[in-house]
């Protein structure tokens, strides 16, 4: 296989071409308290669903930044991560 800027990016060890997969643990969880924060809207619990979104986000994209099976996953792990704590600065 040659090795272009495509390759480097998108394929994996493998040579597989991987821009997304089935979501990790962190990223369900981040899914699940994300939509039960719609239903629990104010309150303690929607605190607590806040922060066990932000934390499991943040989990994820920590992981694609170091552990990512290609440049995108990891530069999406970067965009994600930078992201999350920009919107905290505000």
Request: no cysteine; glycine share 8%.
């Amino acid at each position: 296989m040659e090795n272009t800027f495509f390759n480097q990016v998108f394929r994996d060890r493998n040579g597989k071409i991987v821009m997304a997969q089935m979501p990790n643990l962190p990223l369900i969880v981040w899914i699940a308290a994300s939509l039960l924060k719609l239903i629990f809207s104010t309150g303690r619990l929607n605190m607590g669903l806040e922060l066990i979104a932000f934390g499991t986000l943040f989990t994820w994209a920590w992981e694609e930044l170091f552990q990512g099976v290609n440049y995108f996953r990891r530069t999406l792990g970067l965009i994600v991560l930078v992201g999350l704590v920009a919107s905290k600065i505000q």
